[in-house]
């Protein structure tokens, strides 16, 4: 076999070989060009801290201090993030070659979905999910799907009863007229939009849509109504509920609604149906339940009983599979001859369905999803992200990578045929317990990492700490589609959770910075760190968006003349780092729209979501609060649906967030103001960057003026809280400048 490196592509050479690689991998093509733009605003930010030390003024000498130190940490911060974009890797499966090569020797795989709650998370919601992956385009009797339901909900139940039911019909229709996407609510949206030609889908499309819309119904008045008797009395599973006394106090609930060798478990066809399982695990309020890393231990036991496959994919509720054919993209990784046996996983970007079109809140993630996570894979690693992706049982079992004598070992799946289906769920049952993981290691070695608000990114540092790697694909089509949070609230509170999350890690055990060497690549361990302090990055934003304001009012200036030749590097970091995100932004699809507002979410979670990560961390340092996980809603009122439609600002309640948010929009406000009455007082050149950086935080501020002083609708800030920050913000600037 010989290897040939062409254009930065490494090809196995076809012509005297029969191998080929069932994935291929590219380099990023501009990566010289970037390599070279990192290096001149490094060179421009080594002028700026020279600047800085060579200049320290007596009028003012503190502020001028801090704000170095903001510079150097940010400039700190930024060299880290370069490391994301230093050597990005693009992947491509071949799917063709797989199934020549391996279509009757597929391994076995289990998908596990998350829910936690009914109400936030409807079960038409999760159904539409659970379906979507029993349509796979792979052998059905090789997939297992279950539910994990923290909220042990009997709707969640019913919902998946009906659908186990509607699956009957779901799968064979799906695969016989191979629809696109497989979730049905998101195939019939599209599908109402363009009717098929073909009469026999046209008549079982109509077919299949009424069967859906009566199970909707069904599951919709159930949800209002609770779950009718006739059901309860039909399907000895909700016996289950019968001992129950709260979502918080119940004991295990486990019901396997298709196995291979039932017949109720056979598609209208009379084919198989993949195996379907419901759990919701013991709990009891004296024992920690560890959110979701805590749901997925357990479904890691209890489907080692029942199905014990070595891939598992691992997605949220409210991510829908989009293609069809992304298991057998996966595989193509992890049944490469050559490289599959070292990958511990094998990630998918996160997408959602529901970003508004200048994505309002920053919430597609795109720049990570398709700029840093390629950047992570450069190094060996992209991180785990808790969704979409698929892992190797072994290694999310803690098993380590014993180097190249490790073979890839597909056939030999432990196939626990039990007699008694009974038999098996007592036993499944056991392993989902409260009490089964004391001493043991699980949660600290073995399966999900516990200790962590962002169970999945400790999880996969773990994993590669063992020392398999990690990959990242990126499809043209979008393998999984979610939901995003819908209103600045829930974006804040959702940052707040990763940011904690984030440096939760940094004192753990699985810290990259402290125990990384040697494990993986420095690069990989600077990528990591980039997420790790995220939070911190709030101080020097703060510091940067008030110090220099106020100092405005006092005449203080902290920033050269526009004349002078120190002006350039600062000019030229603004310019630079503004454009190439712009044009980075405009290149993976956004607006330019899109980018001021991923600007002005950067600013709101930098000044307030990172603020409070960091508050929270200390609080629990002095044993004063417990970090805990709050769910994303997957829900939106009509209001409020409307204005995110029309991309207005939502505020509506009172929050700390807004409050911190609002008072420094006042504050530069009220600076701008000041200063521009007084201009022809103050050396005007002497102090254009200071008046700019802040005319920048009025202009971007804009949204916070109108919600609190021009909207009269719901979605506004509510009028204590633009008292309390009004009060706050003139306060601070009347204090700053009474000080001398
Ligand atoms: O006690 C819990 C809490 C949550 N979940 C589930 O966890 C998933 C993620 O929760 P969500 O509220 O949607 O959080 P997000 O912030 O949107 O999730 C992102 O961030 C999480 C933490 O990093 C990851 O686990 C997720 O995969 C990732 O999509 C959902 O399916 C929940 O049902 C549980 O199973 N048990
Ligand atoms: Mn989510």
């Given amino acids: 076999m010989k290897c040939s490196k062409k254009r930065g592509i490494k090809v196995m050479d076809s012509s005297d070989s029969e191998y080929h690689s069932l994935f291929e991998s590219r380099r990023d093509r501009g990566r010289h060009i970037r390599r070279l733009f990192s290096f001149s605003v490094f060179v421009a930010i080594c002028f700026i801290w020279a600047y800085r030390l060579a200049h320290i003024p007596e009028h003012g000498k503190w502020a001028w201090l801090g704000l170095f130190a903001a510079e150097l940490w940010s400039s700190l911060y930024w060299?880290?993030?370069?490391?994301?974009?230093?050597?990005?890797?693009?992947?491509?499966?071949?799917?063709?070659?797989?199934?020549?090569?391996?279509?009757?020797?597929?391994?076995?795989?289990?998908?596990?979905?998350?829910?936690?709650?009914?109400?936030?998370?409807?079960?038409?919601?999760?159904?539409?999910?659970?379906?979507?992956?029993?349509?796979?385009?792979?052998?059905v009797e090789k997939l297992s799907v279950y539910l994990s339901d923290d909220a042990a909900s009997d709707i969640t139940f019913y919902a998946l009863l009906e659908a186990s039911n509607f699956a009957k019909h779901w799968?064979?229709?799906?695969?016989?007229?191979?629809?696109?996407?497989?979730?049905?609510?998101?195939?019939?949206?599209?599908?109402?939009?363009?009717?098929?030609?073909?009469?026999?889908?046209?008549k079982d499309l109509a077919a299949i849509k009424k069967l859906y819309e009566d199970m909707r119904k069904r599951i919709e008045d159930a949800v209002k109504l609770g779950v009718p008797s006739e059901a309860r009395s039909k399907h000895n599973g909700f016996s289950q509920w019968d001992s129950y006394s709260s979502r918080h106090d119940h004991?295990?609930?486990?019901?396997?609604?298709?196995?291979?060798?039932?017949?109720?478990?056979?598609?209208?066809?009379?084919?198989?149906?993949?195996?379907?399982?419901?759990?919701?695990?013991?709990?009891?309020?004296?024992?920690?339940?560890?959110?979701?890393?805590?749901?997925?231990?357990?479904?890691?036991?209890?489907?080692?009983?029942?199905?014990?496959?070595?891939?598992?994919?691992?997605?949220?509720?409210?991510?829908?599979?989009?293609?069809?054919?992304?298991?057998?993209?996966?595989?193509?990784?992890?049944?490469?001859?050559?490289?599959?046996?070292?990958?511990?996983?094998?990630?998918?970007?996160?997408?959602?369905?529901?970003?508004?079109?200048?994505?309002?809140?920053?919430?597609?993630?795109?720049?990570i999803m398709e700029v840093e996570l390629h950047g992570a894979?450069?190094?060996?690693?992209?991180?785990?992200?808790?969704?979409?992706?698929?892992?190797?049982?072994?290694?999310?079992?803690?098993?380590?990578?014993?180097?190249?004598?490790?073979?890839?070992?597909?056939?030999?799946?432990?196939?626990?045929?039990?007699?008694?289906?009974?038999?098996?769920?007592?036993?499944?049952?056991a392993l989902a317990s409260c009490t089964y993981e004391g001493n043991t290691l699980w949660g600290k070695e073995i399966g999900a990492i516990y200790g962590s608000l962002v169970e999945d990114v400790i999880t996969g540092i773990?994993?590669?700490?063992?020392?398999?790697?990690?990959?990242?694909?990126?499809?043209?089509?979008?393998?999984?589609?979610?939901?995003?949070?819908?209103?600045?609230?829930?974006?804040?509170?959702?940052?707040?959770?990763?940011?904690?999350?984030?440096?939760?890690?940094?004192?753990?055990?699985?810290?990259?910075?402290?125990?990384?060497?040697?494990k993986i690549k420095l690069g990989l361990i600077m990528g990591y760190c980039h997420y790790n302090y995220w939070a911190t990055i709030c101080f020097p934003m703060i510091y940067y968006s008030v110090i220099p304001s106020l100092c405005l009012l006092k005449g203080i200036s902290l920033f050269p003349k526009m004349s002078s030749p120190w002006a350039i590097p600062f000019a030229f970091v603004a310019l630079a780092e503004s454009t190439s995100s712009l044009i980075e932004g405009l290149n993976i699809g956004g607006t330019i729209q899109g980018w001021w507002n991923g600007l002005r979410m950067w600013l709101y979670t930098g000044t307030s979501s990172y603020l409070f990560a960091c508050m929270n961390i200390v609080l629990k340092f002095f044993g004063l609060s417990d970090p805990s996980f709050n769910i994303t809603t997957k829900i939106i009122e009509d209001d409020v649906s409307q204005r995110y439609e029309k991309e207005v600002m939502e505020f509506g309640t009172s929050s700390p967030f807004f409050t911190m948010l609002s008072t420094i929009a006042l504050l530069n406000l009220?600076?701008?103001?000041?200063?521009?009455?007084?201009?022809?007082?103050?050396?005007?050149?002497?102090?254009?960057?200071?008046?700019?950086?802040?005319?920048?935080?009025?202009?971007?501020?804009?949204?916070?003026?109108?919600?609190?002083?021009?909207?009269?609708?719901?979605?506004?800030?509510?009028?204590?809280?633009?008292?309390?920050?009004?009060?706050?913000?003139?306060?601070?600037?009347i204090f700053f400048s009474t000080l001398t």
Wanted: charged fraction near 20%; include cysteine.
């Fill in 377 to 429: 894979d450069g190094y060996g690693g992209p991180l785990f992200i808790g969704t979409c992706g698929f892992l190797r049982r072994d290694a999310l079992c803690g098993k380590k990578f014993s180097g190249d004598h490790y073979k890839n070992d597909w056939n030999d799946e432990n196939e626990l045929v039990k007699a008694n289906l009974q038999e098996l769920e007592v036993e499944s049952k």
């Fill in 462 to 518: 773990s994993i590669q700490f063992q020392g398999w790697k990690s990959v990242y694909y990126n499809p043209r089509r979008k393998g999984f589609l979610g939901i995003a949070p819908t209103t600045l609230l829930h974006t804040l509170v959702q940052q707040t959770r990763w940011a904690e999350g984030e440096m939760q890690i940094l004192f753990s055990r699985y810290s990259p910075t402290w125990y990384g060497h040697g």
């Fill in 251 to 367: 004991e295990t609930i486990l019901q396997i609604l298709h196995t291979r060798d039932s017949h109720n478990s056979k598609d209208v066809d009379g084919f198989v149906l993949p195996t379907l399982v419901y759990m919701s695990r013991e709990k009891r309020p004296q024992y920690h339940h560890y959110y979701k890393a805590g749901a997925m231990n357990s479904l890691l036991r209890v489907s080692s009983t029942i199905s014990n496959s070595k891939i598992i994919l691992v997605l949220d509720c409210d991510m829908h599979s989009n293609h069809s054919q992304s298991v057998r993209d996966a595989l193509c990784f992890f049944m490469d001859e050559e490289k599959g046996h070292e990958i511990g996983f094998v990630q998918f970007p996160q997408t959602f369905e529901n970003i508004s079109k200048n994505d309002l809140y920053g919430n597609s993630l795109s720049i």
């Fill in 79 to 139: 060299l880290l993030g370069q490391a994301l974009r230093w050597n990005l890797i693009f992947r491509k499966p071949f799917n063709t070659r797989l199934s020549q090569r391996y279509e009757n020797s597929l391994p076995g795989v289990d998908i596990f979905v998350f829910t936690a709650d009914p109400v936030i998370e409807p079960p038409m919601m999760v159904i539409n999910t659970i379906l979507s992956v029993m349509a796979y385009d792979y052998p």
């Fill in 670 to 733: 009220f600076c701008l103001l000041t200063t521009l009455k007084e201009l022809i007082l103050i050396e005007g050149e002497q102090m254009i960057f200071q008046v700019l950086l802040c005319g920048i935080l009025v202009f971007i501020n804009f949204p916070i003026y109108q919600g609190l002083f021009l909207r009269s609708d719901k979605g506004r800030l509510p009028s204590y809280c633009a008292i309390k920050s009004i009060a706050l913000a003139l306060s601070a600037c």
């Fill in 171 to 202: 799968v064979p229709f799906s695969k016989r007229f191979k629809v696109e996407p497989r979730s049905p609510h998101a195939y019939f949206n599209i599908s109402s939009s363009s009717n098929p030609q073909d009469h026999d889908h046209a």
